[in-house]
């Protein structure tokens, strides 16, 4: 790779060993995907829960941090996975709260800003059309690819925390325009209503996608989908298929021109009611008793917010079945303000902040809490948490609170 | 039978062993209880398998960012294969082989990398070459 001036002082150890190990990482990675040199990023964004660092992994920032190195760029972080005003009724042990603390310490000491969330592009600084940065958290990333037309990569944690450090990142992938082009080409048959028709939507044309290198374009679409419609389409593609780009005919800002140009030499695949009940069948159990319902996995909008608090006003869940709500502290004040909190908690349910359910030991609170059979209106989750030994079941937002009312799944 | 197979060049140190193949798709949280070392996902193909030690051979990498962390996280623990063969890397894994200093490659001239080699093989995988060589 080619390198500047600054980027081979910064190899040379020049600007010290924090630096000297962000950007070998940085060589490494782009010389695997055949990167000619590095491209300057804007922002970064970094995904690092605790049960996802270990111990390992939190050692390895804060000995980072004792250089007292500081980000050269704007960067946030991903949810948490330790709400530390909640977590001991979760069943999270001060093991797990202590490796959150040392955590965000290290991170503040690098001059990172803990948002704590996976919908900064709803909630922080919404990436512009052709910024280059470096995000991680495979739906912001999609989204902001796709839907903002930003050029980012999937960074996982120590790469997104290399770009935050030297300020660059290799330019292969999503930074070439080669790379964005269409591959394959969707028809929507059945128009998708409500968020888990999105998600379901997104999911099935992932895992038909099927790669990371594919380009999915999708034609059709008969009404303009709001953002949060987007954000589950997007996270749930990116979760099925390592999708980080899509391109939709007459809403994302580059669709129009790569119609015209790419399209018409790639096989239509039609997405049709097959492909959609053939996702939706594993996870559907119509009558099985719910141990948890949960509202994750991309967190929740404001807008989300009022839908369920009002979905939620004057009922009651079940004794049986608990319900989890996970938000960013962005929205969680504003939910306050408006009185959703109330809504949601006055049901039964626990809104948590700064976290995503999948994020935060979920084994281990599962176990904790006798919670196997999961229920959830996103798409993304359902698909991780089987691997987490839940049972994890489809529904609509509405159904998923009828079903929390009587203890059983409805629809 | 072919002695070795061509890739582009990889990630991490060269390492021997013997393979554990599916044409299956892979993320460290999807699939994985990492704790006891084995494939967790009911519905993956290697369920119940271990996979420490091993050379696991599959088709792409699926899912989320946690798995750049996490092969670091098993590597320190060593309950870690000790290198992954990929049809695609994607990103993520190629950033967490990185930091984990485990052996990865992918893009294999061929074709299939899990038809062209068979669990119980016995490898070396050389990812500065871009090469596989079978040692049995």
Known sequence: MRLNKEEQAMLSGEFGPAIKWAIEHQLQVGRMFDAEDMVPVSQAHMMADPESLGEAGVAFTEKLAETDIKVRIPMITDPRGIDLNYYEPLGQTENMANLERRFIAACKNMGITMTNTCINYQTIMPPVFGEHVAFGDTGVVIYSNSVCGARSNFEGGPSALAAGLTGRTPRYGLHLDNKRIPTKRFRIMDQPQDLMDWGVLGAAIGRMAGSYWEVPIIEEVEKTPTSDQLKHFGAAMASYGSVPLFHLVGVTPESQNLVDAYSTDLEIINVDMDAISDLKKPFTAVGEHVDVVVFAAPQLSIIEMAELADICNGRHRSDTTDVIVCTSAQVYGDAVSMGYVDKIEAFGGRVLVGTCFYQQYAREIGEANGWKRLLSNSAKIVNILGGYGYQPSLASMEACIESAEKGRIVS | ?136
């Open chain 2, 1 to 136: 039978m072919k002695k070795e197979l061509k890739c582009h060049i990889g990630i991490g140190p060269k390492v021997e062993g013997v393979a554990l193949v599916a044409h299956d798709n892979f993320s460290a949280r999807y699939d994985l209880d990492r704790i006891k070392g084995v494939f967790s996902r009911p519905q993956h193909q290697l369920f119940g398998k271990s996979y420490k030690d091993v050379i696991l051979v599959l088709n792409t990498a699926k899912g989320g960012v946690a798995t750049a962390w996490m092969l670091y996280e098993m590597a320190s623990r060593k309950i870690a294969p000790k290198a992954i063969l990929f049809n695609t890397a994607n990103t993520i894994l190629a950033q967490g082989a990185a930091l984990a200093e485990m052996a990865m490659v992918d893009r294999f001239e061929d074709g299939d990398v899990t038809k062209l080699i068979k669990s119980g093989d016995h490898i070396m995988v050389c990812p500065a070459e871009g090469q596989v060589i079978f040692l049995d």
